[in-house]
């Protein structure tokens, strides 16, 4: 077969346009190397994919035309036939009358070819909230200051800046990925390349926050906590070695001296957490044991394997398992306890999480679900006019035929874990439950090509588990978009993520107002931008000029650009234009949410991550310049109440009746 039927055959698309309008062909070399790590999607000879409809309406299913009729359906949730029928046509009519949930769906034809293909029954859309237009505060917490934490920003210092927000009228507190990191490579901290998307990052735990710690631990490492506290940029090792040295104490503790209520609280996370979090247990021990990628492991501890984890139950092993629970129960409590301090507070949000688009291939989830996450292939986007160069992230992302044979329980669960505690999530780079811009390993970003994923099985999950656990979906949709694809996940009830850097015409004039729909979250920029401030003075230019990057955007382009500025804004007679002013003109838009960053409130100049480098500059480690306390008495709550009138009016308006999520 040719190559590029055989690429056809698996979903790859070998020739494209990139963001830049260029055309591309993937060279012979990398669409081998895409070829031999993709596996192929499950073909029928009945139907040709998964199986999705809406609850309450009929769905008329088209089968493959070499079906011989009639073909007999059933439904089958376990053992059990929900509903059953015949057809003498070219399609399957199945009943709206089926609820919501995951389903098999068996047909068999007069050849008696029998298939079973998942069927996901899903709400008419995502959960859309009950709030009108809100506006939300948000921050990198690993980046509050406070007195009292150990030189990153914790649990208890988000439950303070979540009684802030309050008071300041937000209705939630937005957040970077809390995904758990490697405990023993501290320095690896980017919170969008996490070992696994199901479980918490330990060093956001409040140490001193945990019952069982001894006062004598704080006096013994008085002088270290101190040290790591006056740190100008987070220092992951320092405080890593702090935390889990303090962790392995509390459990010690515990194990010895748990009260019956803690032991029972213990005892059902455990239980909730079943399998998947003794496995993530085992694999931290593994991990820590042979110090090298999971495929370089013996066997068998190279895959996931029931019994071979089940096995460490009766070695030394056991009690690390455990600790490792100890840890993610300790971090669930209190992310939990800033979920129920912002909902006493009245807040229609609460907690807004964001979920990385990949894992680390070396990593947990990359492990776990070895069918569904393909370790050899490295998610990206190709070249744009903010990356010329294109992007390879390191990232490994689920592949279709995984999530196929699993009925898209590994996506399922990411969700889940993502909404446990949140009233809105962010899932970056949405685009990719459409197609996946795939590199090879040991290709550059500009080898890759699109994968096309099950995208309307993937919506279809996203409405489920909105739905169920009460969570607003917002999508990451920058970046080059397909055709049709913004009102396809509209159509699921999933909300657009509208940055106004990026809303601009041919000639560079910021788009109006009017222009911002209401299923949207709307922002002047993100954590991959320059802050407001830099943006206005070009640091990130003379940024990005300096560390040999393309900035994509020449000095005159950006004077340009600030005179765009002014004109939109005054267009809504606005005559300030510095970060007040944007905010009054984004508290105009439809849109129901409005993200604030702090760090724009405080004037910070410096930018949070430059994609493209690595050791170049501190991604992911600048602190905020000030306490919590002191950013409570340093922003102009006056001005930002001007500035949000519109929005606290709104909140103010359906605030009758309103009760905590």
Not at 31 to 49: E, N
Not at 487 to 507: K, L, Q
């Amino acid at each position: 077969m040719d190559v590029f039927a055989k690429a056809r055959e698996l979903g790859i698309d070998a020739e494209f346009v990139d963001g830049q309008g260029q055309g591309h062909r993937i060279a012979h070399e990398a669409l081998d190397a895409l070829i031999a790590a993709i596996p192929p999607l499950p073909t029928g000879r009945l139907l040709s994919a998964p199986v999705v409809m809406r609850s309450e309406q009929d769905a008329a299913i088209e089968l493959v035309s070499t079906a011989r009729l009639p073909v007999h359906w059933q439904i089958l949730a376990g053992a059990d036939v929900v509903a059953e029928g015949a057809t003498q046509d070219s399609a399957i009519l199945l009943p709206g009358s089926v609820t919501v949930g995951s389903y098999r769906l068996r047909v068999c034809d007069a050849n008696a070819i029998r298939e079973e293909w998942p069927l996901i029954v899903a709400p008419a859309t995502a959960y859309q909230g009950k709030f009108e237009r809100s506006w939300l505060l948000a921050v990198q917490l690993y980046g509050l200051r406070s007195p009292r934490n150990w030189g990153i920003g914790d649990f208890s210092d988000l439950k303070r800046l979540i009684e802030l927000a309050a008071d300041w009228g937000a209705d939630g507190v937005g957040l970077n990925p809390l995904h758990a990191l490697f405990a023993e490579r501290p320095n690896d901290c980017s919170p969008y390349a996490p070992n696994t998307r199901l479980f918490l990052n330990a060093l956001y735990i409040d140490i001193e926050a945990i019952p069982e710690l001894p006062p004598s631990f704080m006096v013994e490492h008085h002088d270290a906590v101190q040290r790591v506290r006056e740190s100008a940029l987070v220092d992951y090792a320092g405080i890593a070695d702090l935390k889990w040295r303090a962790l392995r104490v509390a459990f010690d503790r515990f194990d010895r001296t748990a009260n019956a209520g803690r032991a029972a609280a213990f005892a059902a996370f455990r239980e909730e957490g079943g399998a998947t979090l003794w496995r993530f247990g085992c694999f931290e021990v593994l991990r820590c044991r042979f110090r090298q990628p999971w495929w370089e492991w013996p066997e068998p501890w190279r895959s996931a394997d029931f019994a071979a984890c089940e096995s460490l139950r009766t070695t030394e092993d056991n009690a690390e398992i455990i600790f490792v629970a100890f840890v993610q129960w300790i971090a669930d409590e209190q992310l939990q306890a800033c979920r129920d301090r912002a909902a006493q507070l009245g807040m229609n949000v609460g907690l807004y999480l964001d979920v990385a688009v990949g894992v680390q291939p070396d990593g947990f989830d990359a492990w776990n679900e070895q069918a569904a996450i393909s370790r050899n292939l490295a998610v990206g986007a190709p070249p744009d006019a903010l990356n010329t160069a294109g992007q390879n992230w390191g990232l490994a992302g689920f592949n279709a035929a995984g999530l196929q044979s699993s009925g898209f329980a590994p996506f399922r669960d990411m969700l889940r874990a993502a909404m446990r505690h949140a009233g809105a999530i962010r899932l970056d780079h949405i685009l990719g439950l459409k197609r996946l811009y795939l590199v090879p390993r040991g290709f550059g970003p500009r080898d890759g090509a699109y994968v096309q994923m099950p995208f309307q099985a993937l919506l279809a999950v996203v409405a489920q588990e909105s739905t169920s656990s009460r969570c607003v979906v917002i999508g990451e949709d920058l970046g080059t978009v397909p055709v049709g694809f913004r009102d396809a996940i509209a159509a699921w009830g999933i909300w657009s993520y509208r940055v106004m850097m990026f809303e601009r015409d041919g000639s560079g004039r910021f788009l109006g107002i009017d222009h911002y729909g209401d299923k949207a979250l709307v922002t002047f920029n993100t954590h991959d931008l320059a802050s407001f401030e830099g943006w206005r003075s070009s640091g990130d230019l003379a940024l990005k000029h300096s560390l040999g990057i393309d900035p994509g955007e020449s000095a005159e382009a950006r004077h340009h650009a600030r005179q765009m500025l002014s004109d939109v804004l005054r267009g809504e007679a606005i005559e300030q234009d510095d970060y007040f002013g944007v905010l009054r003109y984004l508290a105009k838009a439809k849109s129901r949410l409005l993200a604030v960053a702090l760090d724009d409130l405080l004037a910070v100049s410096e930018q949070i991550n430059v994609p493209g480098t690595v050791d170049q500059y501190p991604n992911w480690r600048r602190r905020l310049p000030l306490t919590l306390d002191e950013i409570a008495a340093s922003v102009d709550g006056g001005a930002l109440d001007i500035a949000l009138h519109s929005r606290h009016a709104a909140r103010v308006g359906s605030e009758s009746g309103r009760t905590p999520r």
